[in-house]
Each structure stands twice: as structure tokens, then as C-alpha cells.
């Protein structure tokens, strides 16, 4: 077995866009139970779970620090567990205002409209301070996150931190739907979730708390362990 941890970023579950999120995708990373799928206009039900088997795999989220295995000699899972409550309890909570559903890359997501500097301090400090535990990336693991073609800068972050796109590399994304090479397609899938996605989902998200989430070996979907508030 290959266990696998990520720190990750999951909207409270009293907000509209956690229910959203999880019923897209179709699967509860919390209880680890499918859920039904919304219909969306011009997408047959089956293809809408084609497009998000990936995302549906790991769970409603956005990254703060992605999978890794923890490394020998660090006190194990447990102790990564004990430093993600440190971590969240010497931070404080904020809001992120305005949200939209947008494309980025070949897949679709909920990304903020203006980032606050805090966000990015948060996933920055992620990846800075759980980095201890982080065993280095497998060769399997380095090729998959090569795969779309990197930049210099981006290859450097891989070498050093074990995933591109951290940093100045870093967006932060709730992921809705996996790659979708189609434009044509990618346009329908886009437009259809913005029409049935209420308004509600889009505003005020509180973030404070973030999520372990594990994967106890490779072929097995994550799921949320712990979620650690902000402030203790």
C-alpha cells in the first residue's frame, strides 16, 4: 500500500457551493458516499461522469499542497495531522468575496475574481510548512505532472517542491470537471454549469479551516480525515 496525504481547501459545509461542488462531481469526500449528478443542458448524464471521474476521485477541493507521501522519520501521518492543527490554529479566518466559474486550461472551475494577498500567503505557507513531511516524488509521479508541458520556472518548482504550480505558479481553483480537449465542448460544459449554479454559491466564501485529505493506496479515491479550523 501507498498511502498518499494532501492538504487541501473545502468551502464550510453550511455554504451553498460545498453541496454544489459535491453533487457535480457526484461523490461525498466526506461520508464517502456517491451522490446524483445535476442534468446539465446538452451533456448526456454519462458523459458528465466521464468528465469528472478525475476530480470526482479526489474530492470537492481546492489545493493547498498536493499529494504526497510522508516521509520516513517524521512521526508518520499522525504528526501530520498534529501539525496541520498548529498551523490552523495560529491562523485567522477571512472571506473571499467574489467568485465565478471559468475555464482554466482544459478543465473548468470556481476560482476567485480578485485573490486576496492572503490566499496566497495561505498556499504558500502550505507548501513552505508541510514540506518536512513530503517524501520525494516518484519518477510515475514527475511524469504525470510533466505531462502538459512546463515552463523553466515551473520545472524548477517541480525539482524543489514536487508540483509545478506553486508560488507565483499558484491559482487557486475549486475543480469542477477534468480536461476537456473539445473548446466546443468545453464552451456547452462551461455554460451549462453556470446556468444551473445559484448565485449564492458564488459570493462569500468563508476560508477558515483547511482539510487533510488521504488516499490509503493508489487506486483508491482520497477522502477527508480531518478538516482543522483557523484559530484553534
Given at each position: 500500500?501507498?498511502?498518499?496525504?494532501?492538504?487541501?481547501?473545502?468551502?464550510?459545509?453550511?455554504?451553498?457551493?460545498?453541496?454544489?461542488?459535491?453533487?457535480?462531481?457526484?461523490?461525498?469526500?466526506?461520508?464517502?458516499?456517491?451522490?446524483?449528478?445535476?442534468?446539465?443542458?446538452?451533456?448526456?448524464?454519462?458523459r458528465l461522469e466521464e468528465i469528472t471521474a478525475e476530480p470526482r476521485d479526489y474530492g470537492f477541493h481546492a489545493t493547498l499542497k498536493p499529494p504526497f507521501c510522508v516521509k520516513d522519520g517524521t512521526g508518520g501521518p499522525e504528526a501530520l495531522h498534529d501539525a496541520a492543527a498548529g498551523f490552523a490554529a495560529r491562523r485567522t479566518p477571512f472571506t473571499v468575496r467574489h467568485w465565478k466559474?471559468?475555464?482554466?486550461?482544459?478543465?473548468?472551475?470556481?476560482?476567485?475574481?480578485?485573490?486576496?494577498?492572503?490566499?496566497?500567503?495561505?498556499?504558500?505557507?502550505?507548501?513552505?510548512?508541510?514540506?518536512?513531511?513530503?517524501a520525494p516524488a516518484t519518477e510515475d509521479e514527475r511524469a504525470k505532472r510533466r505531462a502538459p508541458g512546463l515552463t523553466p520556472r515551473q520545472e524548477a518548482f517541480l525539482?524543489?517542491?514536487?508540483?509545478?504550480?506553486?508560488?507565483e505558479e499558484f491559482r487557486l481553483?475549486?475543480?469542477?470537471?477534468?480536461?476537456?480537449?473539445?473548446?466546443?465542448?468545453?464552451?456547452?460544459?462551461?455554460?451549462?454549469?453556470?446556468?444551473?449554479?445559484p448565485p449564492e454559491c458564488l459570493t462569500d466564501i468563508p476560508v477558515n479551516a483547511i482539510s487533510i485529505f488521504g488516499q490509503p493506496d493508489t487506486w483508491m479515491p482520497f477522502h477527508q480525515t480531518k478538516r482543522f479550523p483557523f484559530g484553534g
Open positions: 500500500m501507498t498511502a498518499r496525504y494532501a492538504i487541501y481547501f473545502v468551502p464550510p459545509e453550511d455554504h451553498p457551493v460545498y453541496a454544489f461542488g459535491q453533487h457535480l462531481l457526484g461523490r461525498d469526500a466526506h461520508l464517502c458516499g456517491p451522490l446524483a449528478q445535476p442534468a446539465l443542458a446538452g451533456i448526456a448524464p454519462v466559474i471559468r475555464a482554466l486550461d482544459r478543465f473548468i472551475a470556481i476560482m476567485p475574481v480578485d485573490a486576496p494577498k492572503t490566499l496566497q500567503i495561505l498556499a504558500d505557507d502550505c507548501v513552505r510548512d508541510f514540506e518536512p513531511f513530503r525539482d524543489d517542491w514536487g508540483y509545478p504550480y506553486v508560488f481553483h475549486l475543480t469542477l470537471t477534468g480536461r476537456i480537449e473539445g473548446e466546443t465542448e468545453r464552451k456547452t460544459v462551461l455554460d451549462a454549469i453556470r446556468k444551473i449554479c
